[in-house]
């Protein structure tokens, strides 16, 4: 199939944003999509059933806004650090209810500690004071290593979704247009347009396109090469004809 050249992003953005987009079926995985026809058969042959004819009439201007198309792998390391990014306030919001239980645990230790203390009929019963003594360690020890086990558990539980999620071990196609993308797996693709998108987030090693509030389309940056460039001033473009929102995440909280 001819490869259709790419056109000047602004100029196809500002007038796609004007017009609104056709509906279109979602695409399904077939060989004959493939092999489209992109000019009228003869008349000779159209008295035979064509498909990829039938197909091109029903979306004429399937390829007109094609923009570029990137191919890349999600690693391990990449989902991991996707799901510290996204998982942040959980992990904090853990971190300081693991630190206030520490806290009252060690209160409620010293204090029975005290009363056990004072009373005279259990003062040289020495193995009561076992019991306070471990509320005290408990306490101290969720105080000073919430922060370690909460990003730790965090990663654990990362990674064995990583490798649960079958499509994630192959890599993965996205073809952009000016008005929409398409994502590729495993021979399946889904289509996004832009206007329907929530938002988009980016830090040192990834670009995030959140299709909706919790769920997002991941694209490392280490495998983009040029076209990291490019996807960073297309979401830039998005972001200002659509009305979207972009943010930037620090990544300096998830390497503990």
């Not at 007109?64 to 792998?73: K, Y």
Request: some cysteine; overall charge negative.
């Amino acid at each position: 199939m001819k490869q259709p050249e790419e056109r000047d992003l602004q100029s196809q953005m500002e007038l796609l944003h004007t017009e609104e987009p056709q509906p279109q079926e979602d695409p399904q995985p077939s060989q004959d999509m493939q092999d489209q026809p992109q000019q009228e058969a003869p008349l000779a042959q159209q008295e035979e059933p064509v498909l990829e004819e039938e197909e091109e009439e029903e979306d004429p201007v399937q390829e007109e806004d094609f923009l570029f198309e990137i191919e890349f792998r999600v690693r391990e390391r990449d989902y991991v650090e996707f799901q510290e990014d996204f998982s942040r306030k959980n992990v904090k919001a853990a971190i300081k209810r693991s630190r206030i239980i520490g806290a009252v645990e060690i209160a409620v230790g010293i204090l029975i500690g005290i009363f056990t203390f004072l009373d005279p009929n259990s003062r040289e019963q020495y193995l009561i004071y076992i019991f306070p003594a471990l509320l005290m360690i408990m306490g101290i020890w969720n105080i000073f290593s919430s922060r370690k086990s909460s990003w730790k558990t965090l990663r654990k539980n990362a990674s064995r979704s990583y490798f649960s999620a079958a499509y994630l071990q192959h890599p993965l196609q996205i073809r952009f247009y000016a008005d929409r993308f398409q994502q590729i797996a495993q021979g399946f693709t889904r289509e996004f347009y832009w206007k329907d998108i929530h938002s988009f987030r980016e830090n040192r090693h990834q670009f995030f396109i959140l299709v909706k509030e919790k769920s997002c389309v991941l694209i490392p940056k280490k495998d983009l090469g040029d076209n990291e460039q490019k996807v960073a001033e297309l979401i830039d473009k998005v972001c200002e004809v659509y009305g979207k929102k972009k943010y930037k995440i620090r990544n300096e909280e998830q390497y503990i």
